[in-house]
């Protein structure tokens, strides 16, 4: 009998491995249709799960309540001066909800975004003109958020000696190294609670390289959800 269960118990496991390593960054893969690497040798970064930065909850109600998400570029140290994002916001529907903002954050620069219903009367473009805007017809819709890199291979430092880009000086155009937060504001009793955003400069972590890897350390980074 105890044979038995130990067999069962191994093909579990087995099985559970099997599952685990066939469904990579799954959802990577849903974005891109390919599971995208850190190392531009083999994968584009723009849609991999390890470069992207999400909100699980968003939410407009007509003039009852609207979504505010601030995005700031703190300047550090490996930061490129110019770091370009799109923010979508994903109904619980699972389909977009509006059309998706896309912008650059200079350094030092705090982006202001509003997730809104297109007839908001006090809150749209006329009125802030400085902000990006995700306006979309439906009174009421909730969902979650996601943030993409603008460049193609967030993972590579740009610097003049080994990837030279025009007016965007040296340093990573990672978009999870820029600083994120966000209010679901309930207008009526002008209050709200605060979104949670994973994947930001708070969570992400640099790997150290190993001896496997073709580059240096200072000009590839792992950041994001869901490292390993």
Do not use: C
């Amino acid at each position: 009998m105890k044979i038995k269960y130990l067999k069962r118990y191994l093909i579990g496991i087995a099985m559970t491995a099997f599952l685990a390593i066939s469904a990579g960054n799954a959802f990577g893969d849903a974005a891109a249709g390919e599971n995208a690497g850190r190392d531009f040798l083999d994968g584009t970064g723009a849609y991999s799960n390890n470069y992207m930065v999400v909100s699980p909850y968003w939410q407009v109600e007509g003039g009852g309540s609207y979504t505010f998400i601030a995005v700031s570029h703190s300047s550090l140290s490996g930061m490129n001066s110019q770091i370009g994002l799109t923010v979508n916001a994903i109904t619980s529907e699972k389909t977009a909800y509006g059309t998706a903002a896309t912008f650059t954050v200079g350094a030092g620069e705090t982006k202001r975004v509003f997730i809104i219903s297109t007839n908001h009367s006090t809150i749209n473009s006329t009125a802030q003109t400085d902000a990006a805007f995700i306006a979309g017809t439906t009174n009421f819709s909730y969902g979650h958020v996601r943030i993409n890199p603008q460049t193609s291979h967030p993972m590579l430092k740009t610097q003049a000696t080994v990837l030279a880009v025009t007016n965007l000086g040296d340093g990573f155009r990672d978009s999870t190294m820029l600083s994120y937060w966000g209010s679901v504001i309930v207008e009526a009793n002008t209050t709200g609670f605060a979104m949670e955003f994973i994947g930001d400069m708070n969570d992400s972590v640099t790997l150290p390289h190993s001896y496997m890897s073709h580059f240096d350390g200072d000009i590839y980074m792992a950041s994001g959800v869901n490292l390993n």
